[in-house]
């Protein structure tokens, strides 16, 4: 059955850093595969808002650039890409002055969904906010799309959160994480709560323990200044592995509404408990067929990490007694995110000994190749006996696209049509993201306190020693980075 195209309002869809990265590698390809799915009104504008002193022509060529080198095979349309670089404006403006705002106020009808995205450093947040407001750019229906980082501790979160709020209502705020609209994490959802088959066993009474693992093969060259100040703890876990927590943790919500999901996310993120040093592994990649973490930041002395393994309890009935682990890093064996929610022992072993190995997995892969399989115990195919081998059930869901003939969604797609239709549930409410600095904050100034350096790890491995004796030491191992 193919997927519906459902259209969304006429819009005026501003992009505060239209030149940079980020609008290239994302933004403009995620909104050229977004209009040949007919998902854009005929009306629909992108504006693009930058220092650079270019006019609409100047601005299409830059896009039509970005296009030919990111966009996927929807590029190799010249009538498709043409008639959607006519969709796009530019202006040149100031973001912290006065230059080019009246120009941008211009541009706004009163009869489109406005929405604008800072897709800048978020030191520039506050200034955009207050321009949009006081010029009677933005209106009350307006919405605001906003990058992480969402600060660095608790305070700076708080105050980022304070800024917007001066001039935009939570409503209208989105905090975009991008995994949250990868395909298999809206089908985690729809796997837990619209199936009888796992909402009855997702407790501490049939669930061993889960695991998370997001792994990189890439480095942090290119990102250096960024990274050498946040570390894997501020840029992966305190977000996207944190996400990936609430929604295999979250209690049902009453109904499927951003506010609810948002409430029960909150509630996981409250219950989680405080995570001592020593349940912690920091890691750093060494040299190896492409340069050290150190000099990839050029920083002879970094003791920042480019690798986290730790071991979290939830501190609620559902999950008392059931461990979290979560792991993230650079330059590792294959590039993978996964959550893994590994079922309990049976308590009766009818073919003996040879159980012990076998457990059932549900495994919600999220790339590189999205999907989600369970693994089951099942005889192996011949004579001589019963001999289990495990094997899994798998739903794939490129292949599933494939077979319908239709091309994977990228995450960018799905959001920023969200904020198009005003649907805040796949993005992070202001009180989460202070939520989760606020457990994040005493861990990092513990292992502070504790002098805990990276142990070096080598490249294209599944991380330091270290993070592997984090489960031996339960009894339990942890499951192999594939690709």
Known sequence: MASRIIPVDVFDLVIFGGTGDLARRKILPSLLRRFRAGQMPKDARIIACARSPLDD???REAAAAAIAEFAGPEREDAALVAAFLGRLHYVTVDVTGDAGWPELAALMRPDAVRAFYFSVKPSLFGP???RLHLRGIADADSRIVVEKPFGRDLASAHALNAALAEHFAER???RIDHYLGKETVQNLMAVRFANMLFEPLWNNHYIDHVQITVAETVGVAGRGSYYDGAGAMRDM??????????????????????DMVHDEKLKVIRALQPVPPSDIVFGQYAAGPDPSYREDVSNPESATESFIAMRCTIGTW???GVPFYLRTGKRLKARSSEIAVVFQKLG????????ESHRNVL????????GIDLQVTVKERGPGGMRLIDMPLDLTFADMAADQGEAAVDAYERLIMDVIRGDQ???MRGDEVEAAWAWTDPILAACAEHDRKPQLYEQGSSGPDDALMLLHRDGRRWREIKG
Request: net charge negative; charged share 15%.
């Open 57 to 59: 022509a100047g601005y």
């Open 363 to 370: 495994s919600i892969r999220l790339q590189p190749n999205d």
């Open 318 to 320: 559902r999950w008392a």
């Open 425 to 427: 549930t796949l993005f």
């Open 237 to 258: 876990v305190q977000n996207h592995l944190m996400q990936l927590l609430c929604l295999t943790a979250m209690e049902p919500p009453a109904r499927f509404e951003s």
């Open 348 to 355: 009766h072993r009818i073919f003996g000994e040879s159980m």
């Open 172 to 174: 209208q705020i989105y």
């Open 128 to 130: 955009i906010a207050e």
